[in-house]
């Protein structure tokens, strides 16, 4: 069983429709991270949360929210979906008494918003 | 500002050796990662270098140069299952990483 694990992985949905992606983990991590990835474009941050009371907006929160519901739980919510939110979305997480700060990646959910 | 440039797409014979190229640009630096990833699956780790010079991991090296803003991955001895793209992210101030878009790996027999 993978460590990080993504729900749904695969989404095709109307815009206008309410989509959460749900990740869990099982590394025992403190902080956990939603990433969107585009063609042509790096992974780009939306929201992290370094523990269950700490929630911070990244790089393109904008038309997501987040949901840190224990510590090994991270949802990510599209309240309105729209075309361009069409994307890769990967979860990932990371352990604060770790040097190197490397990140442990879900398989990624793909989403298509028509 | 932050930026990350490397390579869109790079060819490369099975058996040879590679260098894959990454500069950046950040405000605050706090060590500079490569990842490869595999078409349709998740990124997952290769090297991290925070010292300037070479690290050495197997058949994968990386080296920085904090004062050029400059990194590279070496893949030696390349095996088809390479073929893949990899993807540089240097970590800034605020300890949050910056992605630059990847770089396609083609490895031809």
């Known amino acids: 069983d993978a460590d990080v694990t993504q729900t749904p992985r695969n989404r095709i949905t109307k815009t206008g429709k309410r989509i959460m992606l749900e990740c869990s983990q099982t590394?025992?991590?403190?902080?956990m991270y939603w990433y969107r990835q585009d063609p042509g474009l790096g992974l780009r941050l939306i929201y992290y949360?370094?523990?269950?009371?700490?929630?911070n907006k990244g790089e393109i929160s904008d038309g997501y929210s987040v949901s840190r519901q224990a510590q090994a739980k991270f949802s990510l919510s599209l309240e309105s979906a729209i075309p361009n939110q069409t994307a890769l979305y990967f979860c990932?997480?990371?352990?604060?008494?770790?040097?190197?700060?490397?990140?442990?990646f879900g398989e990624g959910s793909r989403l298509t918003v028509l | 500002g932050q930026n990350i440039d490397q390579p869109t797409e790079m060819t490369a014979t099975e058996g040879a050796i590679v260098q894959i190229n990454c500069t950046y640009q950040?405000?605050?630096?706090?060590?500079l990662f490569w990842y490869q990833q595999h078409a349709g699956e998740a990124p997952t780790f290769l090297s991290y270098?925070?010292l300037d010079g070479l690290e050495e991991k197997g058949r994968f090296s990386s080296f920085l140069s904090r004062s050029k803003g400059y990194s590279y991955l070496l893949l030696k001895e390349l095996q088809m299952k390479d073929s893949a793209s990899y993807l540089c992210?240097?970590?800034?101030?605020?300890?949050?990483?910056?992605w630059g878009a990847g770089t396609k790996l083609i490895i031809k027999p």
């Open positions: 990932a997480t990371s352990d604060l008494g770790q040097v190197t700060g490397e990140l442990f």
């Open positions: 590394k025992g991590h403190d902080r």
């Open positions: 949360s370094f523990d269950v009371k700490d929630i």
């Open positions: 950040t405000s605050g630096f706090n060590g």
């Open positions: 270098n925070v």
């Open positions: 992210a240097d970590m800034d101030s605020n300890y949050q990483l910056i």
